[in-house]
Nanobody, 120 residues
Framework: QVQLQESGGGLVQPGGSLRLSCAAS????????MEWYRQIPGKQRLFVARLAVGGGTDYADSVKGRFTISRGNAKNLVYLQMNKLKSEDTAVYYC??????????????WGQGTQVTVSS
């Protein structure tokens, strides 16, 4: 069982910055991907950013050049640095982590989400 806890959301003005954090705890096997998604009410949860085990990153086109995903010195931490925020970035942001058990079975876990509101 892996538990994820996001933090760092809040209210920010357009053009501002926020840094989201996600801490994983529990029995953590062989993390393969650490990701961020976001969702607005009544809409599908959408991919934002991915950090793969080899260090490769991937971003949604809407956030490229503004958001950066990184891993903390403690390998169970992942961050999402969000700069030049726009009103359309307003959403609940979710952390998602996926990995493999010792028996090569896949596992994944979602956090509870943290609200980001971009408004003047």
């Amino acid at each position: 069982q892996v538990q994820l806890q996001e933090s760092g959301g809040g209210l920010v003005q357009p053009g501002g910055s926020l840094r989201l954090s996600c801490a994983a705890s529990g029995t953590i096997y062989n993390i393969q991907n650490m990701e961020w998604y976001r969702q607005i009410p009544g809409k599908q949860r959408l991919f934002v950013a991915r950090l793969a085990v080899g260090g490769g990153t991937d971003y949604a086109d809407s956030v490229k050049g503004r958001f950066t995903i990184s891993r903390g010195n403690a390998k169970n931490l992942v961050y999402l640095q969000m700069n030049k925020l726009k009103s359309e970035d307003t959403a609940v942001y979710y952390c998602h982590v996926a990995g493999l058990t010792a028996g090569w079975a896949g596992w994944d876990s979602w956090g509870q989400g943290t609200q980001v509101t971009v408004s003047s």
